[in-house]
């Protein structure tokens, strides 16, 4: 099959031919698939896989390995779609070092195909240390969910003149600097408009209105899998939070009430073949008993219930019936003691108050 991986280049080009851009997040290796099948040209490891995926309140205490981990599984699931994945909370910030440092991370160890980073004038030298060190970066302005705490919440930024002017000229600063797109998150539609219209690089919007050059969306939120939660930014464009709890309940009544597994979902012994054992035949209670007795009988039990009856080695292994260089295997786990023997340490231990 010959399948041709989308550029940072192709993804400007769409820009150029008036071609809108969509994009979506993934974090893992079966919706990776799924979003590349349907025919994506872009997919976002984003930080809100914190959210999403590992429950934290916001983006902050995901780590560059979380990153890194579902960049792989996406990566290995989409051969189409360009791989974007975001640098998490103070992987990049510190200084352009440090950036380059978790790039080479997402990329060699992730196979991420771009970088997104959030931040205007502050990162702009970063972006320009990273695009000429060859990495391919997506900026990320507006809303900037990494540093919620500072902004206060989740609210749409560049409603005044001057905040408006500060996106602009952030926005034009991280095209200087190399980037090949901007994402703008909640951000009025007339100031993304100007943006879009002033910049050569797409503009990728979420809560930013229809003139953006392309948009992206939270997969839950697409796909409605938060039950009580549906941002004014996103469309639900499938019920799955519904649809799989209601599949859910059905298997938990099949399994209680005997539907599930059928015949036709059962494996059966090929017709004609003898068994040399009782089919069905419960094993003997002592024979269970013996089974778990077997994991008691730990290398740490054994050696403490020698020190216990104050034997060495050789003399507790004459009382147990059993080589010197056997017993020093059970006591470094190298070995188990058979059945018979862990019956006489059984014995051993009640005599000293120890029975398991
Ligand atoms: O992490 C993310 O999902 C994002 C999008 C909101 C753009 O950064």
């Known amino acids: 099959m010959n399948v041709k991986r989308t550029t940072t280049h192709a993804i400007r080009s769409m820009k ?6 969509p994009m979506i997040t993934a974090y893992d290796h079966t919706s990776a698939v799924l979003a590349d099948r349907a025919g994506i040209p872009m997919i976002l490891v984003g930080d809100s896989l914190g959210q999403v995926m590992l429950g934290y309140e916001s983006t902050i205490p995901v780590t560059l390995d979380d990153i890194v981990r579902a960049t792989a599984s996406v990566v290995r699931g989409a051969p189409r779609a360009l791989v974007v994945a975001d640098l998490p909370f103070m992987t990049y910030q510190e200084s352009p070092a440090q950036a380059m440092q978790s790039a080479a991370r997402v990329m ?41 705490n500072q902004i206060g919440g989740y609210r749409v930024q560049g409603k005044d003149e001057g905040s408006a002017a500060k996106l602009m000229s952030d926005a034009e600063l991280l095209q200087a600097a190399g980037a090949f797109a901007v994402v703008l998150e909640l951000v009025p539609a007339e100031v993304a408009a100007a943006v879009t219209g002033r910049l050569g690089i797409p503009t990728i919007g979420i809560g930013a209105g229809p003139a953006c050059d392309g948009q992206v969306q939270v997969w839950h939120d697409l796909l409605g899998l938060i039950p009580d939660f549906q941002p004014k930014h996103a469309r639900r464009y499938a019920e799955l939070s519904g649809t799989i709890q209601s599949a859910i309940v059905s298997y938990i009544n099949d399994v ?48 403490t219930l020698r020190e216990d009856l104050r ?7 004459e009382k147990v019936g059993v080589a010197k260089n056997n017993l020093s295997a059970w006591e470094r786990g190298k070995n188990r003691p058979s059945l018979r023997h862990q019956s006489t340490l059984d014995s051993l231990a009640r005599s000293r108050g120890r029975a398991p």
């Open 16 to 21: 150029r031919r008036g071609e809108l851009i």
């Open 108 to 148: 060699q160890e992730g196979g991420a195909h771009a970088v997104k980073l959030e931040g205007g004038s502050s990162v702009a030298d970063t972006v320009r240390r990273l695009c000429d060190a060859g990495v391919a970066v997506m900026g990320h302005l507006g809303l900037t969910p990494q540093s919620l």
């Open 256 to 303: 209680k009430e005997r539907r599930f597994p059928s015949d036709d979902e059962t494996f059966h012994i090929p017709a004609g073949t003898s068994m040399n054992f009782e089919v069905g035949k419960p094993p003997a209670r002592e024979e269970v008993a013996a089974v778990r007795a077997s994991f008691a009988w730990t290398p740490e039990r054994i050696r």
């Open 311 to 317: 034997l060495t080695q050789a003399a507790m292994s």
